[in-house]
């Protein structure tokens, strides 16, 4: 697909992050400035509908991951973490009006679902970003806390991600946009990858690692796996591509990372990924860890980033 696209130049472009000083959350559409309102449809929010500056304005933090319950999980999580006031039952879901997305808030830290695959979470990040721009937030870091098969890595391992890439290792995204293909970078910030590397230091629990994290449209044959209702390749030549992928230095696979990088970085947000890994994809397909094992699994990302926003709240105390 990529060498037919590259010989047609007159249907690629490239579009590249530009970030601004202050950091106001922006989007990149003139007609938006000419709609007398904005219907954020699957988030059931709206400018008329909602006074979005009073409601979202204070945001500083926005956690996003594919499961509704592990996003409410981690909105009472953190709620605790933060000794914030009012009970867990004040903590509602934003967004009940649409049965997309869930959406909690806890003082600055706004936690969201995004469902599973590009399609899904690039809907979700559209509206997002219309929201945080039209609340006026500035300043704003946004962490994907998500799960992974990892490559070559011990499973439960925590990936930090420093570059998304596709399924050809490229650093790229690739934007659809009418009958032209758009590429897009999917540079994350370097500085908040390291920074929350360093608070993993203070959870002695499991292992961190920063790495290339790849991203696919598919959980099974666009992942190398054998045991899908399809499959026309065989272990060796899927064990060659992931041995491929190791050593061009990808540590772990999902579904989201490049057009989340995309996105947020050409709308002034700080985007980082952590995900735990699942399994050694060098080892095995099926995901076969019990229930419990996979929940405490899912919390180690969550852990992690509850030292980062308590560390930028002044509210960590260094063991
Ligand atoms: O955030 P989650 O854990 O949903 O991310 C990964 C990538 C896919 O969405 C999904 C596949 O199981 O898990
Ligand atoms: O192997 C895995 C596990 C979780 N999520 C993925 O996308 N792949």
Redesign the pocket.
């Known amino acids: 697909m990529t060498s037919i696209l590259a010989d047609s130049s007159k249907s690629m472009r490239t579009d590249r992050n530009t970030y601004v000083g202050n950091r106001f959350v922006h989007v990149k559409n003139p007609h938006l400035d000419s709609m007398d309102e904005d219907i954020l449809y699957h988030l059931d929010l709206g400018t008329k509908t909602h006074n979005l500056p009073a409601m979202f304005g204070d945001v500083k933090f926005v956690c ?4 509704p319950n ?1 996003m409410k999980a981690f909105a009472l999580f953190i709620h605790k973490e933060l000794d914030l006031e009012g009970n867990e039952e004040a903590i509602q879901d934003i967004c009940a009006g649409s049965d997309r997305y869930c959406m909690f808030k806890t003082g600055a830290v706004l936690s969201i679902s ?4 590009i399609p ?2 690039s809907i979700m990040l559209h509206e997002l970003i219309k929201l945080l721009y039209h609340a006026k937030c500035c300043d704003v870091t946004i962490i ?5 098969g990892g490559i070559g890595i011990e499973p439960g391992s925590v990936v930090i991600t420093d570059t998304a890439v596709d399924s050809f290792f490229k650093p790229q995204f690739e934007q659809i946009i009418l009958d032209t293909v758009v590429t897009r970078s999917t540079e994350l910030d370097k500085e908040l990858a390291q920074e929350l590397f360093n608070c993993s230091k203070e959870i002695p629990g499991f292992p961190t690692l920063i790495g290339h994290t790849m991203c696919t449209y598919d ?1 099974y044959e666009g992942q190398g796996r054998l045991d899908g209702a399809l499959c026309s390749f065989s272990n060796e030549k899927k064990l060659d591509y992931l041995q491929r992928a190791y050593e061009a230095g990808i540590r772990n696979i ?3 990372s490049t057009v989340f990088a995309a996105m947020c970085g050409l709308c002034g947000l700080r985007a980082a990924v952590v ?1 735990v890994t699942l399994l050694n994809r060098l080892e095995c397909d099926q ?1 076969n860890l019990p229930h419990e094992v996979l929940l405490e699994y ?1 919390q180690r990302p969550q852990h992690l980033i509850s030292i980062f926003i308590k560390k930028h709240l002044g509210q960590h105390r260094l063991k």
């Open positions: 996003v991951g594919g499961s592990r995004h469902g599973m695959g899904s979470i994907r806390i998500g799960t992974s959980f999902e579904m989201e995900c995901i899912q």
